[in-house]
């Protein structure tokens, strides 16, 4: 079980495993995946596998296909050159996002992720609203948080002090570390942060140099890099899909592309978990119901008013909220109209 240990395969999954169903099949793990297709790793290299049509079939949603960090049943054919994927390990975590746009669906981004990597640049990257919408989903998904600030090299020592001490205001209990990618002292303090065996999720916005810095933690030039705009300091999507590799230290990293957009569907626990100071108050609100928003006795605009939540996380908390209750109410009414044709289909083909 070594090989499958180093693609981190431990005592939880070990636990997990179904007998029944894993007589005659190897577990594997995404890797990668494209679109449709997928590459799977049992620790001997990697193979091409493609979904089983039952597995097609009872699909419903794409919560249900596998992602890159999924651990996956597997029958091997053809010399182990080619799998067949037939049913997904219990998922210890889940990343996911709302679908880019109007379209009301999740996006996975990566499975069984102990540590959530945010990433921002110390430039005009730098965005407290945006990193508490990843903390949201992050926290939603019970997976720890780790704050990397790139480009360390724009700043003095202590303007990036300042920058952190503000991302302690909104996360006390934050992870933060900054770095440089044309350091490469940086870059093995960067590695050190990594445990053997752990996964870890590359997440931030085009620009921030994730791809960069996934190249000087493999020392090597596998993945593109695109030029950042003057103007604005963006670059554009270095990573078209979604890949796990594991560094020289033993830690697995999942890259994944940069998003311009940063959708929740469903979040309380999400919340909950990085507007503490809120979530605290709305114990103590005058109705179960309150929205935070115009109510007498509602305990959190009186925080509001007082000074003990700052505006602007209460303006941030207030957007994501009505956000995700909209995205929930349409998400719940989407796969009710799916089930209602899924029933409909199923009794016409009999």
Same mark, same amino acid.
């Given at each position: 079980?070594?090989?499958?240990?180093?693609?981190?395969f431990?005592?939880?999954? !070990?636990?997990n495993?179904?007998?029944?169903?894993?007589?005659?099949l190897i577990?594997?793990?995404?890797?990668?995946?494209?679109?449709?297709?997928?590459?799977?790793?049992?620790?001997?290299?990697?193979?091409? *596998?493609?979904?089983t049509?039952?597995?097609?079939?009872?699909?419903e949603?794409?919560?249900?296909?596998?992602t890159?960090?999924?651990w996956? $049943?597997?029958q091997?054919?053809?010399d182990e050159?080619? !799998?067949?994927?037939?049913?997904?390990?219990?998922r210890?975590?889940?990343?996911?996002r709302?679908?880019?746009?109007?379209k009301?669906?999740?996006?996975?981004? !990566?499975?069984?992720v102990d540590?959530?990597?945010?990433m921002?640049?110390?430039?005009?990257n730098?965005?407290?609203?945006?990193?508490?919408?990843?903390?949201?989903?992050?926290?939603?998904?019970?997976? !720890?948080?780790v704050?990397?600030?790139?480009?360390?090299?724009l700043?003095s020592?202590?303007?990036?002090?300042?920058?952190k001490?503000?991302?302690?205001?909104?996360?006390p209990? *934050?992870?933060?570390?900054?770095?440089?990618?044309? $350091?490469?002292?940086?870059?093995?303090g960067?590695?050190?942060?990594?445990?053997?065996?752990?996964?870890?999720?590359?997440?931030g916005?085009?620009?921030?140099?994730?791809?960069?810095?996934?190249?000087n933690?493999i020392?090597?030039?596998?993945?593109?890099?695109?030029?950042?705009?003057e103007?604005?300091?963006?670059?554009?999507?270095?990573?078209?899909?979604?890949?796990?590799?594991?560094?020289?230290?033993?830690?697995?990293?999942?890259?994944?592309?940069?998003?311009?957009?940063?959708?929740v569907?469903?979040?309380?626990?999400?919340?909950s978990?990085?507007?503490?100071?809120?979530?605290?108050?709305?114990?103590?609100?005058k109705?179960?119901d309150?929205?935070?928003?115009?109510?007498k006795g509602?305990?959190?605009?009186?925080?509001?008013?007082?000074?003990?939540?700052?505006?602007?996380?209460?303006?941030?908390y207030i957007?994501?909220?009505k956000?995700?209750?909209?995205?929930?109410?349409s998400?719940?009414?989407?796969k009710?109209?799916?089930?209602?044709?899924?029933?409909?289909?199923?009794?016409?083909?009999?």
């Open positions: 079980m070594q090989l499958l240990d180093n693609l981190g431990d005592e939880w999954f !070990a636990g495993i179904d007998s029944v169903k894993y007589a005659g577990p594997a793990r995404i890797i990668s995946v494209n679109k449709n297709s997928y590459m799977v790793s049992s620790g001997n290299g990697d193979v091409y *596998a493609e979904l049509g039952r597995f097609l079939f009872n699909s949603s794409s919560v249900d296909f596998p890159v960090g999924d996956v $049943y597997t091997m054919f053809d050159t080619l !799998a067949v994927i037939h049913e997904i390990f219990p210890k975590s889940l990343l996911k709302k679908t880019s746009r109007k009301i669906e999740h996006q996975l981004i !990566a499975a069984n540590y959530a990597i945010i921002q640049a110390l430039d005009s730098f965005n407290l609203r945006r990193l508490e919408r990843y903390l949201v989903m992050i926290n939603e998904s019970n997976i !720890a948080p704050i990397l600030l790139s480009k360390s090299d700043l020592a202590d303007e990036i002090a300042a920058k001490e503000e991302i302690k205001k909104i996360y209990e *934050a992870e933060i570390y900054s770095f440089s990618n044309n $350091y490469q002292s940086d870059i093995e960067v590695k050190v942060i990594l445990k053997p065996a752990r996964t870890y999720c590359l997440l916005s085009s620009g921030v140099g994730k791809t960069t810095l996934l190249n933690l020392h090597q030039d596998l993945y593109k890099t695109q030029p950042i705009r103007k604005d300091g963006r670059g554009k999507h270095t990573t078209t899909r979604r890949e796990l590799i594991v560094i020289d230290n033993g830690a697995i990293i999942i890259d994944s592309p940069g998003m311009r957009e940063l959708g569907i469903s979040a309380d626990s999400g919340l978990g990085t507007f503490d100071e809120i979530a605290e108050l709305a114990e103590f609100c109705y179960e309150c929205t935070h928003t115009i109510e509602c305990k959190v605009l009186e925080g509001v008013d007082n000074g003990t939540v700052s505006r602007d996380r209460y303006d941030n957007k994501i909220l956000e995700t209750r909209y995205n929930e109410m998400y719940y009414e989407k009710q109209k799916d089930k209602k044709f899924g029933k409909f289909m199923h009794n016409y083909q009999k």
